[in-house]
């Protein structure tokens, strides 16, 4: 499953998920039950928490792996 999800933030208002309008309604049917779910979240105003405590952490290599020429 590839799912791309727009979040946005202004400066003083919460996390809110922004959806792609759709201009068509026949195309309707042709939606998955997860795009509904996230339609129906966005049109509700979900506000979203992101815990940014670990936004910044980083992975570090501890050691190099040696080259092998078998």
């Given at each position: 499953?590839?799912?791309?999800?727009?979040?946005?933030?202004?400066?003083?208002?919460?996390?809110?998920?922004?959806?792609?309008?759709?201009?068509?309604?026949?195309?309707?049917?042709?939606?998955?039950?997860?795009?509904?779910?996230?339609?129906?979240?966005?049109?509700?105003?979900?506000?979203?928490?992101?815990?940014?405590?670990?936004?910044?952490?980083e992975?570090?290599?501890?050691?190099?792996?040696?080259?092998?020429?078998?």
């Amino acid at each position: 499953m590839n799912v791309e999800i727009k979040i946005s933030k202004f400066s003083r208002w919460d996390w809110t998920i922004t959806s792609q309008s759709i201009n068509n309604i026949s195309s309707l049917r042709r939606l998955d039950e997860f795009s509904i779910f996230l339609m129906n979240l966005a049109q509700s105003g979900t506000k979203i928490i992101i815990d940014t405590d670990y936004e910044n952490d980083e992975v570090e290599i501890e050691a190099e792996p040696e080259a092998s020429f078998s």
